[in-house]
């Protein structure tokens, strides 16, 4: 069970230089939505797909691609496995056909841990247009994660609001000990119930 501080997982501000990747191509070039991989829920199986370079640069290890999904390496992968198990799903996947072994990686946990009384947002109303969103969220400026909804849970997307991914401490040692590149941690939740995030607009 995990346990003590959640991080919300975003990229590297100061990694300047890294390289951007696009949404995944299947082998006949047709481009798969990138937001299958980004909804918190297992998907069906994919041959193995290519991520072409949006911009050419140095290469990191967590890559956030289009609407966030997520490309890392499969030796890290398979080290993230053996922790968070079915928490994760594995598409393989080359980037730029240079023959890396790299992989999609769908978290595939959706957890409800919004604190709505420690959170500032916004919800989507009926006058914004889109009846399909009526009381969703809309913008979070700040986000905070109710502990006792997220314990037991080392990987997961938020519910509610999916582009965020969340991990537990265990996962930040884990990443941190194999030197992982292209990541920032942002401190959500702790023991203590202090919270904070950074805002983000709804896609």
């Given at each position: 069970?995990?346990?003590?501080?959640?991080?919300?997982?975003?990229?590297?501000?100061?990694?300047?230089?890294?390289?951007?990747?696009?949404?995944?191509?299947?082998?006949?070039?047709?481009?798969?939505?990138?937001?299958?991989?980004?909804?918190?829920?297992?998907?069906?199986?994919?041959?193995?797909?290519?991520?072409?370079?949006?911009r050419s640069g140095?290469?990191?290890?967590?890559?956030?691609?289009?609407?966030?999904?997520?490309?890392?390496?499969?030796?890290?992968?398979?080290?993230?496995?053996?922790?968070?198990?079915?928490?994760?799903?594995?598409?393989?996947?080359?980037?730029?056909?240079?023959?890396?072994?790299?992989?999609?990686?769908n978290v595939c946990?959706?957890?409800?841990?919004?604190?709505?009384?420690?959170?500032?947002?916004?919800?989507?109303?009926?006058?914004?247009?889109?009846?399909?969103?009526?009381?969703?969220?809309?913008?979070?400026l700040k986000l905070?994660?109710?502990?006792?909804?997220?314990?037991?849970?080392?990987?997961?997307?938020?519910?509610?609001?999916?582009?965020?991914?969340?991990?537990?401490?265990?996962?930040?040692?884990?990443?941190?000990?194999?030197?992982?590149?292209?990541?920032?941690?942002?401190?959500?939740?702790?023991?203590?119930?202090?919270?904070?995030?950074?805002?983000?607009?709804?896609?």
């Amino acid at each position: 069970m995990s346990t003590g501080k959640f991080y919300r997982l975003l990229a590297d501000p100061s990694a300047t230089s890294r390289w951007y990747l696009k949404a995944p191509m299947d082998p006949s070039g047709n481009e798969v939505d990138p937001r299958t991989f980004t909804q918190g829920v297992v998907v069906r199986s994919f041959p193995p797909l290519i991520i072409p370079l949006r911009r050419s640069g140095e290469a990191v290890d967590f890559n956030f691609c289009d609407f966030d999904m997520i490309v890392t390496p499969a030796k890290l992968n398979a080290k993230l496995n053996e922790l968070v198990g079915p928490a994760v799903q594995r598409i393989p996947a080359t980037v730029n056909a240079r023959g890396d072994q790299f992989e999609i990686l769908n978290v595939c946990e959706l957890v409800d841990c919004i604190d709505e009384a420690k959170s500032e947002f916004s919800k989507w109303m009926k006058t914004d247009g889109r009846p399909d969103k009526v009381g969703e969220f809309r913008m979070i400026l700040k986000l905070r994660i109710d502990p006792t909804a997220a314990a037991g849970h080392h990987i997961f997307r938020v519910g509610g609001w999916p582009i965020a991914l969340v991990a537990s401490e265990q996962v930040k040692n884990l990443f941190e000990a194999n030197r992982v590149t292209g990541l920032k941690y942002d401190l959500v939740v702790d023991n203590s119930g202090h919270a904070r995030a950074d805002s983000v607009a709804s896609e």
